[in-house]
């Protein structure tokens, strides 16, 4: 199935930075709440990610990703995530995450 670039230019896909990261232990499968900051325009954002695998917090907290700020949020548990951090499956399936090979600004959207 093809979408016309109008259809792809409505996802706002953005640089963030975790700010801070935590244990989701009511998770149904191990994942991690993240607090991730799209600067001044968007401001912080909460997500639920299945990083466990791959990530420990301390490797999370600074680090720069790749994320859809303009999905609706989705209440997980008691959490409410507010964007979709995203990544791709590693040879196990488990979530490694997309992110700039360079530090830029947060808030910047992908084109």
């Known amino acids: 199935m ?17 700010t801070r990261a935590e244990t989701f232990p009511e998770a149904r499968r191990p994942a991690y709440r993240l607090w991730i900051d799209f600067g001044t325009e968007i401001g912080e954002r909460k997500s639920s990610a299945q990083l466990v695998a791959n990530y420990s917090i301390d490797e999370l907290v600074g ?28 040879e196990r399936g488990e979530v490694v995450l997309l992110r700039p090979d360079n530090d830029v600004p947060v808030g910047g959207r992908m084109y």
């Open 2 to 18: 093809t979408i016309a670039y109008d259809d792809f230019s409505r996802v706002e896909i953005r640089v963030g930075r975790i």
């Open 63 to 90: 680090r720069q990703i790749v994320a859809v700020t303009n999905f609706e949020p989705r209440q997980i548990g008691k959490f409410m995530s507010e964007v979709l951090v995203l990544g791709v499956p590693d």
